[in-house]
């Protein structure tokens, strides 16, 4: 002290006070449960079912002769576990697979459907042996919407018409009639349906300009009865890339309901080496949340388009790919995309709902890639054991977003969490009013050292109590094993208010979903 010029003094004192300010000022949560937005359409929470390495077949569908119990082919304890998440939505059969896919091979006696290679996926053989109608079963046990991706790529307009008159046409059509013929008398009910995946990559390398002229002439000729049409999907760009939304919102200009949109989060950023799912140091734990929250900018870029070239907000701006994607686990087909899921992905996956929540107007769809077995999924398998992940226990605890109002949050005084040069928000948070009439709050905390504490308010209002759960675990990459399957789980989580003031103290890496009362 005795050698501090006045100038070094200040300066001292001033980072004294920012120092007792951070101390003192903490996180406030207001909700304003006045002011009711957008709806959150519950397909935000769908599901994506690749034919795919183990995603479909085993992981799913083991046939009906199996000693694995299931319902038509289809695993009772994976049926199980998605019932649970209340899975609205369902996309298949890709993907890049979707554009290799002919459907007449996948109809008729399974053992007659002929055997093909997988040459997007991994080079295996491709059974066909689930194809439209084993679908269609699955979707229906699950009670969920079916999202069917059309062949554009190796696939013809005549093909893809062809295939959705089998499906919906009630007629005595040779297509409805053949239908019939396999079992299934009343039409399938196809909710959505798309022309091509990637339409710039492996659905065919295109430009948005070609891609949007051979959308109108295929969704010309896909008829469906009137009251069963389903609603049609343009394959929309992926990243930074804002082109094929500015293309397809100002060309095409009917049959158009929604523009897809795919991002993956990769810890690296690299594709080359995308960093591991587990056993990862904390400079990927924090570039794994910089680069999720990056989805909120895509998204924002994208709308910003459409906004000007669909004032009206016709087309849905649909993330139908997003989520993890890691350097595939060792020993394991690098075709199979198989990785673990740990507490991160859980983190990550909620940071996405927070997202998807603030852009309930136009993000009506999103499916996470992918359902079992490949990439950020809900189960993972292994012969007749299965478990539920981190990621799976997210969905579950978000279940009350579905088809809920947003309602505006204001977060004052969020912290940041910085580990050298990069810095992320500490609090995430999203509140709706749920279908029940309830108020749900949902908050994540990004850091993964420090837990945080967040004062929740309802303007107008009162908040007395929260209750629901929470979903942390020691390590970053803490997850479950088949021999630990239940190692990460959600845990009740209760607050009170005490003089008037509601305060949650959410861990350190948590996920928090609760209802205020
Ligand atoms: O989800 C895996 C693959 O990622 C999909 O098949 C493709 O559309 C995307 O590139």
């Known amino acids: ?21 951070a101390a003192w000022a903490e996180t406030v949560v207001t909700i304003d449960a006045a002011k009711p937005g957008a709806v959150i359409n519950k397909n935000v929470y769908g599901q994506f079912a690749e034919h795919l390495g183990t995603g479909i077949y085993e992981g799913m569908w083991v046939g009906p002769d199996s000693p694995i119990p299931n319902t038509k082919g289809w695993r009772n304890d994976v049926l199980a576990a998605l ?165 397809l919102s100002k060309e095409v200009k009917d049959n158009i309901d929604a523009i897809s949109f795919h991002y993956y989060t990769i810890p690296t950023g690299k594709w080359e080496v995308k960093g591991a799912a587990t056993g990862f140091g904390e400079g990927e734990w924090i570039s794994t949340m910089k680069n999720t929250l990056a989805m909120d900018k895509l998204i924002a870029n994208n709308v910003k388009v459409l906004d000007q070239n669909d004032p009206q907000k016709k087309i849905g701006f649909y993330v139908d790919e997003w989520g993890t994607w890691y350097d595939v686990e060792k020993g394991t087909n690098s075709g199979f995309l198989y990785q673990q899921n740990s507490l991160r992905d859980a983190v990550v996956a909620a940071l996405n709902f927070n997202i998807f929540h603030n852009y309930a107007d136009r993000v009506r769809m999103t499916n996470i890639a992918q359902m079992v077995n490949v990439l950020q999924a809900m189960i993972l398998t292994d012969k007749d054991k299965m478990l539920k992940t981190p990621t799976y226990h997210a969905y579950h605890m978000y279940v009350p977003f579905q088809d809920a109002t947003t309602l505006p949050v204001a977060i004052k005084d969020n912290g940041a969490y910085k580990l050298g040069e990069t810095a992320v928000p500490q609090v995430s948070a999203s509140a709706a009013r749920g279908k029940d009439g309830k108020l ?27 209750q629901g759960r929470m979903l942390t675990a020691g390590a970053m990459d803490a997850h479950n094993t088949f021999a630990q399957p239940d190692a990460v789980k959600p845990v009740p989580f209760t607050a009170q208010a005490k003089g008037g003031k509601l305060s949650m103290k959410l861990p350190a890496k948590s996920v928090v979903v609760v209802n205020v009362e």
């Open 83 to 247: 019932k649970d998440l209340h899975v609205p939505l369902v996309r298949w059969p890709g993907g890049c697979f979707a554009d290799e896919y002919h459907w007449r091979e996948g109809i008729g006696p399974r053992k007659d459907r002929p055997v093909k290679v997988n040459t997007m996926w991994g080079g295996v053989e491709e059974p066909n042996w689930v194809g439209t109608h084993e679908f269609f079963d699955l979707v229906e046990l699950l009670g969920a919407d079916a999202y069917v991706n059309g062949n554009l790529g190796t696939g013809s307009n005549q093909e893809m018409a062809e295939w959705l008159e089998y499906m919906t046409s009630n007629t005595k059509s040779g297509l409805a009639e053949l239908r019939r013929k396999n079992g299934r008398d009343k039409p399938f009910k196809v909710a959505y349906f798309a022309v091509g995946n990637e339409a710039w990559g492996c659905g065919g390398n295109m430009t948005p300009g070609h891609y949007a002229n051979l959308y109108k002439t295929a969704t010309t000729f896909l008829k469906a009865p009137h009251d069963s049409r389903p609603k049609f999907i343009a394959s929309g760009g992926n990243d930074n890339d804002v082109t094929w939304t500015t293309t």
């Open 1 to 21: 002290m005795r050698f501090m010029n006045k100038t070094i003094f200040a300066a001292a004192a001033s980072l004294l006070a920012c120092a007792s300010f």
């Open 440 to 466: 749900y709050l949902a908050l994540v905390n990004t850091n993964p050292n420090k837990e945080t504490e967040v004062t929740v308010n309802v303007a107008g209002g009162k908040a007395g109590a929260v």
